[in-house]
């Protein structure tokens, strides 16, 4: 019976010496314990682009929650906290999250891969804010969307090089989805009889750099910097020219500059989802980047007479 409690006594110690091992080897334990990547993305699309790459081997969490607009996010303590235990930190880049130079400075996570899902983008810089190269909203060119994919699935093999296969396979099926929507606004594009988008705030540089549009913001990049009377009555005079009747405003935006112009120009308001994030409703539907971007396609073959 001594002898029981002895030998049972020293495989305990021998756990407990395994587990500190474990805890103080670098990268111990990454992936977690329950055998998936914890990943942490910044907000709503790089979220959505993770989950699909990364599927059952993945366990995803967004620092942005529902239906708060990112540019108006403002970072807490917990944010840090979240990504002291991540093995991948995944952010749009291009200028859209100012703050994370700052929220990985204090991180103190060493195993912790951070991707900028934009790096291997070309940006063409430009004078004009509005214009490719100053807008962060990448993710609204599908074929740009495809990037930030490829650029997620090679953080995935990095940091779980077993899961190849498997974060491959995903991605090219999820880009298979991207070539298809890319396809939908293609074929639209050819029948439109207008190309001029007017929208609240400057998203679709690249959307329309790709697909053969012109976008008229009414607000900048920055949606923060309210447009003044002059501004409007620009924006005004060059609706009329191009023979402009849809104001589109995003969801989650303010739509009183939109409502303005539209009535001045008797047309009408549309809302534009710019997949910054999902609101509660949309989460309970089911919706998702794809579904959303598909909804776009038709209001835009709406606004721009297409057939």
């Not at 917990?78 to 859209?96: E, H, P, Q, T, W």
């Not at 214009?131 to 599908?142: A, I, S, T």
């Not at 990095?158 to 099926?173: I, K, L, Q």
């Not at 697909?211 to 910097?225: D, F, L, R, S, T």
Request: with cysteine; net charge negative; glycine share 6%.
């Amino acid at each position: 019976m001594k002898k029981n409690t002895l030998m049972l006594g020293i495989g305990v110690v021998l756990v407990l010496a395994v587990i500190a091992v474990m805890l103080i080897l670098p990268g111990a334990g990454a992936p977690a314990s329950s055998g998936k990547l914890t990943v942490v993305a910044s907000f709503y699309p790089m979220y959505d682009f993770a989950k699909n790459v990364g599927g059952d081997r993945v366990s995803v969490s967004v620092l942005i929650p529902p239906g708060v607009e990112p540019h108006e996010y403002e970072l807490s303590p917990s944010d840090a906290r979240k990504l002291s235990d991540a093995d991948v930190f995944i952010y749009n880049g291009a200028g859209m999250e100012p703050w994370v130079p700052n929220l990985l400075e204090g991180v103190g996570n060493s195993r912790l891969i951070a991707v900028d899902a934009s790096r291997d983008i070309n940006f063409t810089a430009s004078q004009d804010p509005d214009q490719p190269g100053n807008d962060p909203h990448v993710w609204l060119d599908p074929v740009l969307a495809k990037k930030q994919v490829e650029a997620i699935r090679d953080a995935f093999i990095a940091a779980d090089p077993a899961g190849r296969s498997y974060y491959e396979a995903n991605a090219a099926a999820y880009s298979a989805k991207l070539d298809a929507l890319d396809a939908e606004f293609r074929a639209m594009m050819l029948s439109c009889r207008k190309r001029d988008i007017l929208i609240t705030h400057a998203t679709l540089a690249y959307f329309c750099r790709e697909y053969g549009c012109h976008q008229i913001a009414i607000e900048g990049v920055n949606p923060e910097a309210e447009p003044q009377p002059a501004d409007l009555a620009n924006i005004i005079t060059q609706a009329r020219q191009h023979n402009v009747t849809t104001v589109f405003v995003e969801k989650l935006m303010n739509p009183q500059s939109a409502e303005t112009i539209a009535s001045e120009i008797n047309g009408t308001v549309s809302v534009f989802n710019s997949v910054h994030g999902l609101t509660v409703d949309e989460q309970a539907q089911g919706e998702d980047y794809i579904s959303l971007m598909h909804d776009n396609v038709q209001i835009i073959k709406t606004a721009l007479n297409c057939s």
